[in-house]
């Protein structure tokens, strides 16, 4: 064995240990070791690659939106994982908006746009079926990154109403505003995206037609609380760290955590161009892989400090590190006198299945985006599916890294699912869920 190829044997060896070491530990509910200077660093530890899985290109170019939620791609990047996969020269962009984000995936990398994103769970689907886009672009969804950790939060104004849950006092409100002329705005951040469906969902549960009752803006996360700094709106729903930036700075409280409105809810996922996908199958096994390592990283309680240190640069999030911490540790100020200390609804990249692209809650997505009129009644729900979701790249990269059985969900259904508000959604039957509720377009 030549001096090069023992050293490459040493340190892949190494790597190997190190990654099992790792993936026990937190398949096992044990901490793993924590890592010297240098491994913890952001230099990239050596490759741990088969000749025959070695990914056909070593880079490609990610886009993030300024959420604690991307953290599994901004951590794969820090830490070396990306490159520990053999994908040394993965980009990780910061995009404007979520329209910005479209635009991108729409150009590609050869058109100076994007090949994959950290982006809203239902804009794959849009995508695909040309709804939000000049003609189809096909997506592919690799993994789920992250559960829980949106909010809706509610202007100052509102706050003696002490607005949760049950928001019956905010429909009073705002019956008696609009009679007397006033244009109510609640702002999501993307048509037909999460924060647009849960502040739909929750509306209508306490009786507020958000299509009649209350106008929809559309307003990018960094600028949520900017907004409602100067009273252009009335409530928000975004993700992270823009809730508790809004509660630090006494601008607006939080009426209801997403967790708390359907409880471990699939929020953001990892998606490709499906023609990156289709060229590059192996590349795309490194990503899932990488993801996975960095969501797992993030879940580690012993690591969320030094991950809010990390988004909260300039680089990323631009944000002071008290705005993210909090909450990514399970402590929730709701700024109205409520304070939640080691909640089970915190955001989680890898616990529960966090990471896994259950194809059951993308047939909810779908099935609210009929529901408010951005996709026809018959959506051929199973079809789109099955081609827009890959779950079965999540399974072989989960093989490839000896993930645990018991981490590995054993059907692509999490099952019936139920509300806040007592409703339940049967992914097998959704005509059922749809007739059942009593506000929709559809």
Known sequence: MTRISRRRFILTA?????????LHACNSGVSAPTPSPAA?????PAVNVAAADTPEVTGVKLGFIALTDSAPLIIAKQKGYFAKHGMPDVEVSKQANWGATRDNLVLGSQGNGIDGAHILSPMPYLMTLGKITKQPVPMTILARLNTNGQAISVSNTY???????????????FAKQKSSGKDLKCAVTFPGGTHDLWMRYWLAAN??????????????PPQMVANMKVNTMEAFCVGEPWNAQLVNQQ?????????ELWKDHPEKALAMRSDWVEKNPKAAKALVMAVMEAQMWC????????????????????VPTADILGRAQGKIDYGNGKVVENSPLLMKFWADF???????????????????????????LKQVIAKVNREDIWREAAKALNVAAAD??????RGVETFFDGVKFDPENPAAYLSSLKIKKA
Not at 159 to 172: F, M, N, R, Y
Not at 207 to 220: A, L, R
Not at 356 to 379: C, K, M, V
Request: proline residues 7%; glycine residues 4%; negative net charge.
């Open 159 to 173: 706050k003696e109403l002490k607005i949760g849950t049950d928001a019956s006092p905010l429909k009073i409100a």
């Open 207 to 220: 009786g507020i037609d958000p299509n009649t009752d209350v106008s929809t803006i559309v307003v990018p």
């Open 354 to 380: 966090a990471s896994y692209p259950f194809q059951s809650h993308d047939a909810w997505f779908l099935t609210e985006n009929i529901r408010w009129g951005n996709l026809p009644a018959d959506t051929d």
């Open 299 to 318: 879940d580690r309680p012993e690591n969320k400090a030094e991950m809010c240190e990390i988004l909260s640069s300039r680089e990323w999030l631009k």
């Open 408 to 413: 590995i969900p054993a059907s692509t259904s």
């Open 251 to 259: 601008l607006g409280y939080t009426a209801i955590t997403t967790g």
């Open 40 to 44: 913890s660093s952001t230099a990239s």
């Open 14 to 22: 190494s790597a190997t240990a190190l990654t099992a070491t790792a």
